[in-house]
């Protein structure tokens, strides 16, 4: 048994690559779509190190390609869960009492594979299955991953770190261990690093974890796992399934060995998974840890100081990379009336030379929405708006399609209303409302963008007044979790930061952080007195 103390120290940021023309990276990425595209890949589930295949399978289509077949996974049932969890809890044990260096060896060679050997092929599988461009495959899947990885090392080292105070009569130390029970990570479509930060985060503390993948983001979570597979990490520790939303929850929310969920979804699917918890507290040994990231609607507020062309630039990148399937998308912009004009000029002429189509194609900035549904609903939201008498107009976009890809052309709404539907309501799609106010009358505005929607995730204000900068962030305190000033409400960095926020968007335990680690560790407070009493008697109840 060693007796040395280790550091892992803090981390650099992964750089980006460009993929520029004629840069290797680029030749490096083209060459990893076009064999991914050879092939039709057969994915199992993975319980306990095993590849599952049930024979029940789905295809997996790209979104902006739907013709094509990258392959195909196999869907599971409860009894995969059920599997999935004995597997997790025959792990527990012995993945505990891993000593933390070696468990973050594993984590730490899993960054090193993305970041070399795996970094084109799990960008190309993020950019086919789930239609990114080079740009946000690499800033995802690559380099927020590796982060999430390498950073958490770190955060974790710091956490262990931090002892009490002893005397030279006692010494005190505290334990960090993981929770007793395993813990359930279901993650969305649209961010490979979410996907693998919401198992690993977890993991790394010493936890088992039960891993649900949306079924649009399993074909780069397979990725993952082969990574973390080659990394070393032990059969059981994380298990991946397959198997539908309710049924997952309905098992894991009853099982008393159930010890947390680490979730990011929509607000509805996490309020019902509280109420299940909820209903089911009496059944479990602990009080399950509940962290989820569930969305927003977040907001742009430009001051009538704001420089015009930078918050068109801005608008047009945070409302309409990845488009806008990021929570936190720009959705919503309040424009001073002195600017409007500007900035509409600008922002309009801007998403005009907007290029949409394939992945493949590395001019495109704009690829398509993830599946048929959420086409259907964006579309159904720009209809509304041509229909509605006056109330909202179109003023760039507006049109889709969907005969061989899930396309919304990237769309401006002006919203004549502060409380017109699509300035309140969660889109997720590439849909930028506006609404134009008396520029004299900004700070009364102020109010309406704090209680114009229930989420509190991220935000944006624009001004070249100080004072205004300093009114502004007082007064929109709690209408986001992330807050930006003159710069697009998108593009959280781990270790920069911390990503999460609050009302109908989460617990905001900030991904990215220590924060959210301390949610998968209980501490267990140990002292230990050198010489014991041998009396019980104190000094001050004797008699004079």
């Not at 005397?167 to 693998?196: C, M, Q």
């Not at 019902?272 to 990231?293: A, D, F, L």
């Not at 507006?398 to 539907?421: H, L, M, Q, R």
Request: charge should be negative; charged fraction near 20%; proline fraction near 5%.
């Amino acid at each position: 048994m060693h007796n040395a103390y280790f550091n892992f120290a803090e981390p650099k940021n992964e750089p980006v690559l460009n993929y520029a023309p004629g840069s290797a990276e680029r030749k490096a990425l083209q060459e990893a779509l076009k064999e991914l595209k050879a092939q039709q890949r057969d994915i199992p589930m993975y319980i306990n190190g095993n590849e599952v295949r049930t024979g029940n399978t789905k295809t997996i289509h790209p979104p902006h390609e739907t013709a094509h077949v990258l392959g195909q996974f196999h869907v599971g049932t409860d009894v995969h869960v059920r599997e999935a969890i004995d597997a997790a809890l025959a792990a527990q044990e012995k993945w505990a009492a891993t000593p933390w260096e070696h468990r973050a060896a594993i984590f730490l060679k899993a960054a090193e594979l993305l970041a070399t050997k795996y970094r084109f092929r799990m960008n190309a599988a993020t950019m086919l299955a789930q239609s990114k461009n080079a740009y946000q495959a690499e800033i995802d899947s690559a380099c927020e991953l590796i982060d999430f990885l390498r950073f958490n090392v770190h955060f974790l080292t710091e956490i262990y770190k931090q002892q009490p105070i002893s005397t030279p009569a006692f010494h005190n130390r505290s334990e960090y261990r993981p929770l007793e029970g395993f813990v359930l990570a279901v993650t969305p479509f649209n961010f490979t690093a979410i996907g693998g930060n919401l198992p690993t985060a977890p993991a790394m503390c010493g936890n088992v974890v039960v891993w649900k993948a949306a079924n649009t983001q399993i074909y780069s979570a397979s990725v993952f796992m082969e990574i973390l597979k080659e990394a070393g990490l032990p059969d059981g520790v994380i298990n991946i399934v397959y198997t539908s939303g309710p049924v997952v929850g309905e098992i894991c929310f009853s099982h008393p060995d159930f010890a947390g969920v680490h979730f990011t979804g929509s607000t509805g699917v996490f309020q019902n998974m509280w109420k299940s918890i909820g209903n089911n507290i009496h059944k479990y040994k602990t009080y399950p840890r509940i962290v989820g990231e569930t969305g927003g609607k977040d907001f742009v507020f430009a001051h009538p100081t704001a420089n015009a062309d930078a918050v068109a630039a801005n608008l047009a990148r945070g409302a309409f990379e990845y488009q806008g399937q990021k929570c936190s998308a720009a959705s919503r912009a309040y424009i001073p009336s002195n600017l409007a004009e500007a900035i509409k000029t600008k922002l309009v002429a801007e998403v005009k030379t907007m290029k949409m189509g394939i992945v493949d194609d590395f001019t495109n900035f704009v690829n398509a929405v993830i599946d048929e549904a959420s086409f259907n609903s964006l579309a159904k939201y720009i209809d509304e708006v041509k229909n509605s008498n006056g109330k909202a107009q179109i003023i760039c976009g507006g049109g889709y399609d969907k005969s061989k890809g899930y396309f919304i052309e990237p769309t401006v709404i002006e919203a004549f209303d502060a409380n017109y539907t699509t300035m309140c309501e969660e889109l997720f799609g590439p849909v930028l409302t506006i609404h134009i106010y008396d520029a004299d009358k900004w700070e009364e505005m102020l109010p309406v963008v704090d209680k114009t929607s229930g989420y509190a995730l991220t935000g944006a204000i624009f001004a070249q007044d100080r004072y205004a900068l300093e009114v502004m962030t007082s007064k929109l305190v709690n209408a986001a979790g992330n807050f930006y000033i003159n710069d697009k409400p998108t593009g959280a960095v781990v270790g920069q930061q911390p990503f999460g926020g609050a009302r109908a968007s989460g617990t905001n335990d900030k991904a990215g952080s220590a924060l959210n680690l301390y949610r998968w560790l209980s501490a267990r407070t140990i002292k230990e007195t050198y010489v014991p009493v041998t009396d019980y008697r104190y000094a001050f109840h004797q008699a004079d």
